[in-house]
């Protein structure tokens, strides 16, 4: 199916005379992508001349069916048997934010989640992230290893120059307490970027 006739399933019927794949084919034009119009705040949507309430609670309950369907995954099997799984829980929690956040993917010893936490929140282009602060709550929740992962606003996920210094000073500060940095994942408007897949890691 395409993303319109996915779309349309979703909003079941259209408006002013267009049936379903109508407005999803406009809605597809206006925003650009589907997991544009899935990111756009809920007041946007309403902004929207035939998204009603209803369509809009409908394509809100759709992105969290598919983030609480990753995390599900996750919790019940090793994280990095199935990055497919990692990149699409992550674009969930962290796609759609209008800012930087900083977040943590913490495992145990054999790499089943132990839990996700969102540490640090910034501007629209930058977070502060301090090291020791991420390491603290490694310790706190006896994580073996942890995947970091931030996102860009921007929609760019290719990775900065800070982004690859910071993985390294993580790296180094997280091997002193036994803790492995696994990965430092970006994730953008279409796609996720992985720095171990680039060999920063």
């Known amino acids: ?43 946007t949507l309403l902004d929207v001349r ?23 995954r996750l919790e019940s099997r090793p994280v990095f048997q199935h990055k497919d799984d990692v990149a699409r829980f992550l674009a969930s929690e962290l796609g759609g934010e209008e800012r930087e956040v900083f977040a943590g993917l913490f495992l145990d010893t054999r790499h ?25 709550r490694a310790l706190a929740c006896n994580a073996a290893a942890l995947v970091v992962a931030h996102n860009h606003p921007s929609g760019i996920a290719e990775p900065s120059a800070a982004d690859i210094e910071l993985t390294e000073r993580l790296k180094r500060l997280l091997g002193e307490l036994d803790v492995r940095l696994l990965d430092h994942v970006v994730v953008g408007a279409d796609r996720v970027v992985s720095l171990a897949e680039r060999g920063f890691i």
């Open 50 to 72: 035939y998204l009603g309430p209803a369509k809009v609670a409908t394509l809100k309950a759709c992105l969290g069916l598919i983030g609480r369907y990753a995390r599900r």
């Open 112 to 136: 089943h989640l132990i839990g996700f936490e969102k540490l640090f929140f910034g501007s629209v282009n930058r977070a502060n992230v301090h090291p020791r602060e991420v390491a603290k």
């Open 1 to 43: 199916m395409t993303d319109a006739q996915l779309l349309a399933v979703l909003l079941r019927v259209g408006g002013g005379g267009e049936g379903a794949e109508g407005l999803a084919g406009n809605l597809l034009a206006q925003f650009g992508s589907l997991h544009a119009i899935l990111d756009a705040p809920a007041s």
